[in-house]
């Protein structure tokens, strides 16, 4: 098993930045690709952006490419996203997800149906 618990959101102002967190624990040394993930209300579950183990394979949902830098600090068990310039758009629960697959075809990393552990989620909310 794996816990991850994000932290991190809040209220912005747009063109704000703010910084995400998520803290993995349990079963860790099973987790190859990590993920972010955001909802809006009455919206379906968007893929933020996705990173592989050692950071070499990165991508970015095209909304937030540009203004956002996903990161992981692998002996802390930590991923991040930066996010700068933010709009209002950007409003969402922001969840972040890992997975026990080392190798991706594709664009698999954008659905949410392979990755096998999420956070509770963290409120991300921007002002106009």
């Known amino acids: 098993q794996v816990q991850l618990v994000e932290s991190g959101g809040g209220l912005v102002q747009a063109g704000g930045s703010l910084r995400l967190s998520c803290a993995a624990s349990g079963r860790t040394s099973s987790i190859y690709g990590m993920g972010w993930f955001r909802q809006a209300p009455g919206k379906e579950r968007e893929f933020v952006s996705h990173i592989n183990l050692n950071g070499g394979y990165i991508y970015y949902g095209d909304s937030v490419k540009g203004r956002f830098t996903i990161s992981r600090d692998n002996p802390k068990n930590t991923l991040y996203l930066q996010m700068n310039n933010m709009i209002p758009e950007d409003t969402a629960v922001y969840y972040c997800?890992?997975?026990?697959?080392?190798?991706?075809?594709?664009?698999?990393?954008?659905?949410?149906?392979?990755?096998?552990?999420w956070g509770q989620g963290t409120q991300v909310t921007v002002s106009s």
């Open positions: 997800a890992s997975s026990k697959l080392k190798y991706w075809s594709g664009s698999n990393y954008r659905l949410p149906q392979f990755y096998d552990y």
